[in-house]
């Protein structure tokens, strides 16, 4: 039920390209879907994050997808940079955020020139 | 703002030493932190919970007297990993709860255990 699904383990885009990344989940109790990033020995940095009450959340050139009877959620890179390539986890959590967050297993993701 | 650090970013020790890892909220204050693990080209498991002024709450299979949490004020927990082996070689990752922001967490930079 706590388990955070996500694909694919990796990806390789060109640069100017989409990337996308795509999480499922179990717990109907979630509601705060952040999404990381993380640099090769760095923590994770929040990218951006969705609640269920929308079903898309743009940010730049970052898109969450949000699909509620599927639990399913999303991620867009709009004009993948080489700069993008990092790894992202999606995750969850209940109660707004206020309770643990689940990650998913991650994406590493490089963009090529 | 919401930044939070760790410290130190990298250390190293003898197997049957302890090690003690901080990580404080700078701007903000944090009723809450929270404590992860990360292995190599892996996920961040959740080691524990850690909430000011009380005991931290542990997630099951970690062993709670050789991660000692202490969580003394609103901007400092510590992680002590005690009689360490090289099994617990690791990169250790900390992030805070700032209420302020709807219960958004911010993680640390890591810190990199390596036990000889």
Request: charged share 15%; with cysteine; aromatic share 12%.
């Amino acid at each position: 039920q706590q388990q955070v699904k996500q694909s694919p383990q990796s990806l390789i885009v060109q640069k100017g390209g989409i990337s996308i990344i795509n999480c499922a989940y179990e717990n109907t109790a979630f509601d705060y879907f952040p999404w990381y990033q993380q640099f090769p020995g760095k923590g994770p940095a929040l990218l951006i994050a969705i609640r269920p009450d929308v079903s898309e959340k743009k940010e730049g050139r970052f898109t969450i997808s949000f699909n509620k009877s599927a639990k399913q959620f999303s991620l867009h890179i709009m004009d993948s940079q080489p700069g993008d390539s990092a790894t992202y986890f999606c995750a969850a959590a209940s109660s707004g955020g206020y309770q643990k967050v689940t990650f998913g297993t991650g994406t590493k993701l490089q963009v090529i020139p | 703002g919401a930044v939070v650090s760790q410290h130190p970013s990298w250390v190293i020790c003898k197997s049957g030493t302890s090690v003690k890892i901080e990580c404080r909220s700078l701007d903000f204050q944090a009723t809450t932190m929270f404590w992860y693990r990360q292995f190599p080209k892996q996920s961040l498991m959740l080691m524990a919970t850690s909430n000011e002024g009380s005991k931290a709450t542990y997630e099951q299979g970690v062993e709670k007297d050789k991660f000692l949490i202490n969580h003394a004020s609103l901007t400092l927990s510590t992680l002590t990993v005690t009689s360490a082996h090289p099994e617990d070689s690791s990169f250790y990752i900390c992030s805070a709860r700032d209420v302020r922001k709807s219960g958004e967490q911010f993680f640390g930079p890591g810190t990199r255990l390596t036990v000889l």
